[in-house]
């Protein structure tokens, strides 16, 4: 086997929550991939749902050796601008699931990451093909592509992985 195929390769993986990386760092992992996480949620509100969560992903990623990338700054008001006059349902979220993949894309070529993907990929409640589609988009504008994959099946597990690991 050449050195090439030895290494892994370095994917940057946007973490919305603690619960929704569970699967999908045990499967990107699994595949080879040397996983980092990002943290960057402008959307979730309020203040203190978003340190809950962000508390919880901070206990998880130590207790699984995840590296993570931290967006300290909280954005909510940029967010609320960028979709104030569009709440329709598919029009927020597709203007939401744009605005949390550039800034991972953005990262992910800063930093040289082979490739990068989205915990959003897991909930039975979000629209696979928009954040797909924007994905691969924004993928193909920074250089660096959009991996794709159908994180639903881990659903189950996720919620298993979640009681066991006692996450919020």
Known sequence: ????????????????????????????????????????????????????????????????????????????PGFFRLVAGRERFRERCQLCYRLRLERT???????????????????????QAAIRSIGETIGQSVGIPFLFENFRRGWAERGRLTVEYGLY
């Not at 999908?24 to 509100?45: A, D, F, K, M, S």
């Not at 894309?105 to 959003?120: V, W």
């Open 105 to 127: 894309g953005q990262i992910a070529a800063e930093k040289q990451f082979d490739a990068f993907t989205t915990t959003l990929l897991i909930s039975p409640y979000q629209d």
């Open 1 to 76: 086997m050449s050195k090439e195929r030895e290494m892994a390769a370095r994917i940057l993986l946007h973490i919305c929550c603690a619960p929704c990386s569970t699967y999908p760092i045990n499967w990107l992992r699994g595949q080879r991939y040397e996983v980092t996480g990002l943290w960057y949620n402008p959307n979730i509100h309020p203040w203190q749902e978003h340190e809950l969560r962000r508390a919880s992903m901070v206990r998880y990623a130590e207790m699984v050796s995840l590296d993570m990338i931290w967006t300290e700054k909280y954005e909510m």
